[in-house]
């Protein structure tokens, strides 16, 4: 293979030859590597590099001094031989076989004596072709450069083994780009997952500090979106910024932000101090750091009667309702909210009633052998355990047990007699109100003389203060024919004139007749006193009615 002539291959101030070589003999007549020469020995005006008979490789400028490599240095036909010859100006040769020196360095001639204008020829001779390299040459270079020693080794080196003579070290990236923080996410009481994007396309993880500069949390992973905290305390403010990190260090810091932790929902609520017209409720549960921000606790009350109304957010535990309605059933939950005003859910509904009042307004109506005592109508007297209970002090026997009628008869009273009783209210839950003990009553009987006679029945009206158990008390005797409520005490008797000498026969005569007249007033007193006792009833009754009837309108506006 021949190479046309240029001034640059004649390498007057030195330079390097190199070859791969498979030799398989040492050639026809030492065959050549590489030649520049006339092949006339007297003004050979080039250089020779070729294999010799004696297993070297050998160089000469010109006609000069033949210079060899280590003796013994090339095998024939075993395997590839990496050579070079590098020569200075001066012709000072020295050989390196497979990246080695090999044998001792020497002088040709002169490198300015290479002025030939053959081409340069691989393989033989250039100027006849009586030369042949038995064998296989490969990557040939021609230099006008003298190459250094550790030049042409790792020449030899990456020719002879690519993948073990270098390595490519990582692309110097530098640090990467902080990331950008985005809103947090408060996932319970103790987790925050902190979000933000990844902005670098080089970063080995993120890390999580806190505005004291204290790592929180970090993962050794790419691409992320956000980190999570744990083991955080409830309703808690935290803040963080984020870095992201690779070997070369960290990112700057992404700003910072700020959230809360959750709040527990309340795990329930208890009833305090209630009153006739006031239920104060308390939530139960941690709700810790009510006082935070936005925190609080809200009460919702949903019974829609009278009175009843929700507490505002509020920092306290605890609330008051007030300005209710007496005995009358109110119905609460309750929820609660972290210092960033996400709100938990509410609790299970619960009711209590209002307490009743203490009983006032007594009025007791007495007839010929029995009592009926009413009291002021109850608010909501039907609702839930509310109710009534009368009873006599001297003998608790005689009661009304509870009932829901505000009036009760006492079927047990002895003419003549003065009787004391008590009464007293329980609300809807069944609390019972303090007991009111009523004035004593009399029980009399009036019996007119003669041919006549009636029985008396007796009203009387007691109004009691809540405050005292002292009464101002009138009474009226009414007789059989007349119902009166007058304030003084008025009493009207059958009465018959002492019999006259001159009647005493009349008298004798009428005997029989009077008598069966005794008989017929006396029957028509007793159906008088069947009917007043229906009608008491029926006006008891028409009164509960009407005072229902009361409460449901003062309910209603």
Known sequence: MSIAHNSNQLLTTGGTVSAWIYPETSGQLSGRIVDKSSGVAAGNNGFTFYI???????????????????????????????????????????????????????????????TTVYPLTIGNRSSYTDRTFDGIIDEVSVSNTLRSADWIAAEYNNQNSPSTFYSLAEEEIGLPDAPTIATPTALSSSVIRWNFTDNSSYETGFRVYTNADVLATSSATANLSSLTETGLSENTQYTRYIKAYNSYGESASSSATSTFTLMNAPTDFSFGTITTNSITVSASGTLSNLASSTSGV?????????????????????YQDTGLSENTQYTYRVKARNGDSAETSYTAASSKYTLADTPTGFSFWRYSNYGSLCIDALPNATAGSSGYLFWRTDNSAYNSGW??????????????????????YRNG????????????????????????????????????????????????????????????????????????PSSQSQQAGSTGSDQAKQVILQQIQAKIVEVQKKLIILISQLIQLLQAQLQQLQTQH
């Open 403 to 424: 009932i829901q009628t505000s009036c009760w008869q006492d079927p047990n009273m002895a003419v003549g007699s003065t009787y004391t009783y008590a009464v007293k």
């Open 52 to 114: 010799g008979t004696d297993n070297t490789v050998k160089f000469r400028i010109n006609a000069g001094t033949i210079i060899s490599s280590a003796s013994s240095s090339i095998q024939y036909n075993t395997t590839w031989y990496h050579t070079a010859v590098a020569f200075n100006s001066s012709g000072l040769v020295t050989f390196y076989v497979n990246g080695l020196v090999s044998g001792t360095p020497a002088t040709t001639l002169n490198a300015s004596y290479i």
């Open 429 to 500: 839950d069944g609390v019972e109100t303090a007991t009111t003990t009523l004035p004593g009553v009399s029980f009399t009987s009036s019996v007119g003389g003669g041919g006549g006679g009636g029985v008396s029945i007796v009203q009387q009206q007691t109004t009691v203060s809540t405050t005292s158990a002292s009464t101002t008390q009138a009474t009226t005797t009414i007789s059989a024919t007349s119902t009166q409520n007058n304030t003084a005490t008025t009493t009207t008797t059958v009465s018959k004139q002492p019999p006259t």
């Open 298 to 318: 809200y009460f919702d009350e949903t019974s829609g009667n009278s009175g009843g109304s929700d507490s505002s957010w509020q920092q306290t535990s605890s």
